[in-house]
């Protein structure tokens, strides 16, 4: 059984790094019932490299709402890569066009979380504007070690109905 589990949970990883769609969500109150606030996000799997791992498995959750975008990051694919210190990186997105997109004070939080604040925010939207493959690169430098992070994923073409909802 604890096989199947397994093998459940890596076909589901394997098909979200190649695939990505948004999807919308809802947030639930305390009781746990959904509100009617909506926030869009989509799960993909890459790889992260520091002094003592090497291109290990990650996860990434992507979450966009309003005017805010984040990137939860899991390290091995379920902890979140947390840390003592708040660092300010820079994301390197590879377009379907191939033309490469760089932004800059991207902070990564102490939390494991990438955060594109307002000033960034039209930047990472505008960067995701179109459906096919892209690539996204970022380090975490301390003064103790490197992690390096990549993730490939396909963003889908959206159907009419969709593009309403979406906020591209």
């Given amino acids: 059984m604890k096989k199947m589990k397994l093998l459940f949970l890596f076909t589901f990883l394997t098909y979200g790094s190649i695939y990505a769609q948004w999807e919308k969500k809802h ?4 009781f746990g019932d959904k509100t009617d606030k909506t926030y869009e996000s989509f799960m993909v799997t890459g790889t992260f490299t520091n002094s003592v791992s090497t291109d290990r498995d990650a996860v990434f959750e992507f979450i966009k709402k309003e005017n805010a975008f984040r990137v939860k ?4 694919g379920y902890n979140l890569a947390t840390s003592l210190e708040h660092r300010t990186v820079t994301v390197k997105i590879k377009q379907p066009n191939c033309n490469v997109v760089t932004i800059n004070d991207v902070s990564f939080t102490k939390k494991g979380s990438l955060y594109f604040d307002e000033e960034n925010f039209t930047e990472i939207m505008s960067a995701f504007s179109s459906s096919g493959q892209y ?8 003064d103790q070690s490197t992690s390096r992070y990549r993730l490939n994923f396909k963003l889908e073409e959206l159907n009419p109905q969709e593009k309403a909802i979406s906020s591209f």
């Avoid at 990051?73 to 091995?76: D, I, Q, S």
């Avoid at 690539?135 to 301390?142: A, E, H, K, Q, V």
């Fill in 27 to 30: 947030y639930v109150d305390d």
């Fill in 73 to 76: 990051v899991y390290e091995f």
């Fill in 135 to 142: 690539t996204m690169l970022f380090n975490r430098t301390s």
